[in-house]
């Protein structure tokens, strides 16, 4: 029986060949925190430990509350730049750099066949370049910065077989965003997905972080493409280290092999207030809404921008709306604004918000007010994450976001292909 | 193992009505946390749960975000433990991680209603209600352990500690 790439990573890094549902104890080969490293930082402090054990393979971005908003965010920004001096830790990308898993992306740091832990639960994104990436939480963050160790059960996997070519407005989050409707909030918990056949190598890499990176929202410990020709080209000129391509043997032991017609998919959005409420966009067309986000680590890169500026070029955004756009990181920034579509997008009346994670969380930067509705290209519509608990977030692709701006109520996108 | 009061929920439980985002990087006390318990599912839970209080709900709960504050906030406020049909995986990590007892356990879930009183067995792993006895795999001794420490921070202080000893008696 052949191996999975799950079994591969995990076995490889334990020494020994391993089945999933094993436990094995593994040392990462990179761990990245946010903001939230503050906190990760006072559980550290806890061991009454000097030293963090390894300091190379440690990478602080901040991006959740980015400017910091108050004194507390403030503090907590202080904190991690003064802790960061005192441990020299190499990799620290400071506020104004983008969303963490943009940033950890286009700085080389998710490469295939990495082990990759996470204080983030988006942090399954890294599979779009073939890495074991997963997401654990502060405590864990702060032994593994301790002891360069952690646990991890080996998880069994789900392929996901995609055939067929995109139709016109429909993207990869159209994509995921059925699957997760199809298959359930928790169909993959405790689980590996792999995203495969032709259409999955079809797929630009800046789609493929979009997928793996809502392989979380079906709950699945990790996701995963295999890096392909246009995976290596893009990691070439950025990998921090030196990596290896790992891929499932082709007699490998799957829990389950899903097949996917893609052509067959219509545009989508997520309702309220789960990932899984997902109906075709032609079944909630015509509902308003207050507020609308294109971006943030899910769809905020060049592609993405670029598709709503196409919609939006030369008019206007309904004037009931407003409409919040957040680059992925300030490289992604910068292209699409050299590139006009973000000058489109302004012209539009949207406002631009710097890379970040802004009101995704409901921290700061146009949070909901009681009764309010959004509709976000975001991965995450849970009741009260954009503010008040009586608010509501619609979840759709960049193109139907931009298309509803127009209308100020849900839009179809491909009346505007 | 001492009685508790179930205060019972349903499927899909997720961070973000456990512990509001808002609050994420605002509150970091964790007494202040339990403050927030479960806001934006129950505003009341907070104000009237009692330590050794039970959560029982179905599945995938404490599904989303990696907030361990999820599970900080609850084994703040006391409860004793979290019986549901199925937990998130981070979820799960980080509930052993803060000394919060986990118990799959579907039949009790399905059985059991808010309100009663139940007890549980961690080591033999049996739940007693009014509604039955029911029997859950228990977690395993490593997980126990750190369950016994009080978390998974005092379970490696204690390990590193005892390594440097080692260490230094070997020495
Ligand atoms: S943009 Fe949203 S989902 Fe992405 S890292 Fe930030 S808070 Fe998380």
């Not at chain 1, 066949?113 to 997963?134: E, M, N, Q, R």
Request: aromatic share 8%; with cysteine.
């Amino acid at each position: 029986m052949g191996q999975t790439f799950s079994e591969k990573v995990l076995g490889a890094k334990a020494g020994k060949t391993v089945k999933a549902g094993e436990i094995v104890f593994v040392s990462p080969d990179y761990i990245l925190s946010h903001d939230n490293s503050a906190a990760i930082i006072q559980e550290f402090r806890k061991l009454a430990i000097e030293r963090v054990k390894c300091t190379e393979k440690i990478v602080i971005v901040l991006d959740h509350v980015v400017p910091a908003s108050t004194e507390k965010y403030a503090q907590n920004h202080k904190d991690i730049r003064e802790f960061v001096k005192e441990q020299d830790i190499p990799h620290f990308f400071d506020v104004f750099h983008g969303i963490c898993h943009q940033v950890f992306s286009e700085n080389g740091f998710a490469l295939p066949g990495k082990l990759i832990l996470g204080a983030d639960s988006h942090t399954t994104s890294y599979g779009a370049f073939g890495a074991f990436s997963v997401g654990i939480g502060r405590s864990e963050a702060a032994s593994v910065w301790a002891t360069d160790e952690t646990w991890l059960k080996v998880p069994e996997t789900i392929r996901i077989e995609m055939s067929g070519k995109l139709p016109a407005m429909v993207f990869a989050k159209d994509i995921i965003l059925n699957i997760i409707g199809k298959e359930g909030a928790d169909r993959a918990n405790y689980k590996a997905v792999e995203f495969a056949g032709q259409a999955a190598q079809d797929f630009s890499l800046a789609s493929r972080l979009v997928m793996a990176n809502m392989a979380a929202e079906m709950g699945a410990k990790n996701g995963y493409f295999v890096p392909d020709e246009k995976a290596l080209t893009w990691l070439e000129e950025r990998a921090q280290s030196e990596f290896e391509v790992v891929v499932s043997d082709s007699d490998a032991n799957y829990e389950a092999v899903l097949d996917y017609d893609i052509s067959a998919i219509e545009p989508q959005v997520a309702c309220p207030h789960t990932v899984d409420n997902v109906r075709p966009v032609t079944e909630v067309q015509g509902t308003p809404f207050h507020q609308a986000i294109i971006g943030t680590c899910t769809n905020g890169r060049i592609e993405d921008l670029k598709v709503a500026a196409q919609i939006l070029r030369g008019k206007k955004v309904h004037p009931d709306v407003r409409v919040l756009v957040i680059p992925a990181s300030r490289k992604e920034y910068l292209q699409v604004l050299q590139q006009g579509d973000l000058e489109a997008l302004v012209d539009a009346g949207c406002l631009v918000l710097n890379p970040g994670c802004g009101p995704c969380l409901g921290a700061h930067q146009g949070v909901l007010a009681p009764g309010e509705v959004a509709i976000s290209t975001a991965n995450r519509n849970f009741r009260g994450r954009m503010g008040s608990r009586d608010s509501a977030i619609y979840l759709a692709s960049p193109a139907t976001v931009a298309a509803s701006a127009l209308e100020g109520s849900i839009t179809d996108p491909r009346k505007y292909a | 193992m001492s009685k508790g009061k179930v205060w019972k929920y349903g499927d899909d439980v997720n961070t973000d009505v456990i512990f509001p985002g808002k609050y994420t990087y605002s509150v970091l006390d964790p007494e202040e946390m339990a403050k927030h318990a479960l806001e934006d599912l129950d505003p009341e839970f907070a104000h009237k749960v009692k330590p050794g209080d039970i959560v029982v709900a179905g599945k995938n709960f404490g599904c989303g975000s990696s907030r361990e504050q999820a599970a900080t906030c609850l084994k703040h406020a006391g409860v004793q433990a979290v019986i549901a049909k199925s937990f998130a995986r981070i979820f799960f990590r980080n509930a052993i991680n803060q000394g919060l007892p986990v118990v799959q356990c579907s039949e009790a879930v399905d059985n059991i209603q808010g309100g009663g009183e139940i007890s549980i067995d961690f080591a033999t792993g049996v739940i007693e209600s009014q509604k039955g006895v029911f029997d859950f795999a228990p977690l395993p001794e490593s997980v126990l352990q750190i369950l016994d420490a009080g978390g998974l921070i005092p379970y490696i202080k204690k390990k590193m500690e005892r390594e440097k000893n080692h260490g230094e008696n070997n020495a």
